[in-house]
């Protein structure tokens, strides 16, 4: 390698290897990566949670259930962990996608129905704990819901 070489290399940004090192082809490799670790611990975190507070209630019936998420204690961390959950299954599915899914077209509708499903579900789960939350609370105080 002759020095004008090496300073041609170093004047257009340095080697191919140093331009992407850290880098994914898309560039966002590492954050999608720490945002699956992130939810995963979030879940692992909220499931624990989820089973220490329902082995504590008294019965599994229904009432018990519709009072205990009626608790602000009980609904917000629930609302985390449908968030939580959705997201994790998103980034894994758009991982899976790209990594497996070669053609464009296919691969592009594969994304926008992962996309619709875990938007869809998060939402009809968070509105569902919501309905629960808001009307366990009427129900206690009397309040038509």
């Given at each position: 390698?002759?020095?004008?070489?090496?300073?041609?290399?170093?004047?257009?940004?340095?080697?191919?290897?140093?331009?992407?090192?850290?880098?994914?082809?898309?560039r966002?490799?590492?954050?999608?990566?720490?945002?699956?670790?992130?939810?995963?611990?979030?879940?692992?975190?909220?499931?624990?949670?989820?089973?220490v507070?329902?082995?504590?209630?008294?019965?599994?019936?229904?009432?018990?259930?519709?009072?205990?998420?009626?608790s602000?204690?009980a609904?917000?961390?629930?609302?985390?962990?449908?968030?939580?959950v959705?997201?994790?299954?998103?980034?894994?599915?758009?991982?899976?996608?790209?990594?497996?899914?070669h053609?464009?077209?296919?691969?592009?509708?594969?994304?926008?129905?992962?996309?619709?499903?875990c938007?869809?579900?998060?939402?009809?789960?968070?509105?569902?704990?919501?309905?629960?939350?808001?009307?366990?609370?009427?129900?206690?105080?009397?309040v038509?819901?």
């Amino acid at each position: 390698m002759s020095e004008r070489t090496g300073i041609a290399k170093v004047a257009s940004g340095g080697t191919e290897l140093g331009r992407v090192r850290g880098l994914g082809s898309a560039r966002e490799g590492t954050g999608h990566f720490i945002h699956q670790r992130l939810t995963a611990v979030g879940n692992l975190a909220l499931f624990l949670w989820l089973i220490v507070s329902l082995v504590r209630l008294p019965l599994a019936d229904f009432a018990t259930m519709r009072e205990w998420l009626g608790s602000p204690l009980a609904a917000v961390p629930m609302i985390l962990l449908i968030i939580s959950v959705f997201w994790h299954i998103r980034l894994g599915l758009q991982t899976l996608i790209e990594d497996y899914v070669h053609s464009d077209a296919p691969r592009i509708l594969a994304l926008v129905i992962v996309n619709f499903y875990c938007v869809a579900g998060a939402a009809f789960g968070i509105f569902s704990v919501a309905k629960i939350a808001f009307t366990a609370t009427a129900a206690v105080t009397g309040v038509p819901a």
